[in-house]
DNA sequence: CATGAATGAGAATTCATTCAT
DNA sequence: TATGAATGAATTCTCATTCAT
């Protein structure tokens, strides 16, 4: 069944819900196609579930890994856009984005779901830290304290880009983390004194 | 023809590629199927015709509206980053992403297309108003400069955002634009002082 | 679509609703299997309509031959056994009578409708020509002139016997229509006097 | 085994011979699918199995009540209908010939036997309890001395009208039959006078 | 130009049947 | 004797595509 759901997963990823094929999804399971009824009900409940699936077991290992460094508030700035790059950036959980994205359409459960569990757990993390960061004087009182997701974003469209142009204009993840951080620490603005 | 590639663009967007149904454009547009084949091959010329032409309509309004204003640094930025949000989210370039990002894999072609056509125009664009900030110094000489991305990448969130989470927790996208703006040029880190 | 519901009946005749195949519908009726699809939504629905369609239409003929002769009431019997004798025994709605028969637990509506449409016209007609006999004088007030069922039951039974034992042990139409008539009429015990 | 066939008979009473799923048959009888397969070879062999076994148990059954009473021949008439009645109405065997009657024409061996095995026997019956009447001057030598089946004919009726438009218009047993004695014996006809 | 009518190729789904245990 | 797991062979139904008009 794992492997069922691993074979769906690919197949889905690259074909999308209606023109992945339950053919293809049992030979890269290496089973036949019935087989595949004998633990799903159709085709649209094996898609759920590879969601439902894939979402909960990436950000079960996710959580397991976030126990925040009580260190510097730029400490924990960089671990947890570093996670967030090592978990949205080739890797399933981008699958599942993409199929997100553009089947969302069609099964809002799923995006509902995906909502829930793993994105308002990331903004609220990232949120816990920006607050902190305030608190502590290392932060200033800025807008992206309510809208965290300003923080991510940059996350999100390496994520998309690695899917679509990374081929015509390769864009090294290392580096763009590291710019990412340093623009939003530091804006782009010249100093103003001087 | 017009109409037709508007009601393909249409259930494309909502379907995506294998999704949509020949029956359901000739439908939207008003008139039979077979009327459709009088002016493309079959689904996929149509879909990659609906794709480029979308595209390069587009485009060709948006850098009509792109005669960079004089103004300040700041100004051009405001500009530039208004139109792309206008141009982005909620809008006919939105639909042509989100297919992109869903079909991508099976139609290389689009993405280069697209990815030329308009991603690099945007890019150069941006850069270019970050380069003249520098030059004016206005701008610091931040790694920005070489990954202008970084400065689009929530306009870029916000559209994929307003596609499938907002139903959950909207995100006003003035608001959205004025964080971008203020966390882009001055950052999140609090003033040294000294 | 005359065609298609022809071929349907056979079909659905000799093979009851599981075991019909679209496929030899489709080549008895000289077209291909989608063509089915333009009409009937799916295979119930040629099912049900094939019954419906066959039952109204034959009605109507029976129906229109149904101008009772004002003749005796032997004759008026004579007349209308012979119709049902000639609609009920090896035609069409012999076929649709097997089908609910065997289906009718399935497709309690048919049953309904073919109830409505055909078994009460018929017993109502019976019992007409029942009671003007009774009130004629020249039938007794029997139990009969309520359940004229009993004397449209040999038609039935003969019709169901053609469609099974027939092979093993044929029985003349007209012979058993004979005796019947005698028997319904004069039953079969001695006469009492002498 | 035992289960099983009862099973099955249910099964294919309701569903008919090629809507009658072997899971369920498995599931009805408590077992598991497999060991259907341990008793009986296939589908075919368990139908044809479900139909002789019934048929013969049941006739059986009958023969062992058939014990003619020496009565005079209106009882003799009324008890051989009376067992008529009770085993053909809302029975095993009443499902067996709805069965015979919707599937017959792909097993003819089956109606064969049927025919053989029930039928005749019966039909043999009748006809000996006839033409004792006869002999004793009871009956009148009517042609249904040479079609026995005549007699029989409203008792099938009744058995199919229970299958199908019972709950539409319910006919009573009891009533029927007495209906059924009254006209056999004595015809509708008024009585000659003189 | 436009379309009503038709279909070949293929998709999901079902089910009788098998086999290793 | 019994069964959980698996599948080959259908079967219904869909849809892009064609063609006569």
Redesign the interface.
Known sequence: MAQILSAALSEFA??????ARLDAIAERAGISKPTIYLYFDNKEALFTEVIENTITRTIREASEAVELADGTTEEALRLILGLAYDHFIDTELMSIM?L???????F?EL??TY??VA??QGRALMQGV?RR?VAR????P???I??P??????A???S??R???N???P?DKE??L???L??????????EHA
């Open positions: 690259e074909m999308g819900y209606e023109g993409r997100l994205i553009a089947e969302g359409g069609r809002p995006l509902e909502h829930k994105f308002t920006l960061g004087g290392d932060l200033r800025s807008p992206a309510e809208t997701e300003l923080v991510i974003a940059p999100v469209f390496l998309i880009y899917m679509t142009f081929r015509f204009a864009i580096e763009f590291g710019a990412h340093d623009i939003i620490l530091n804006g782009i603005r010249a100093e």
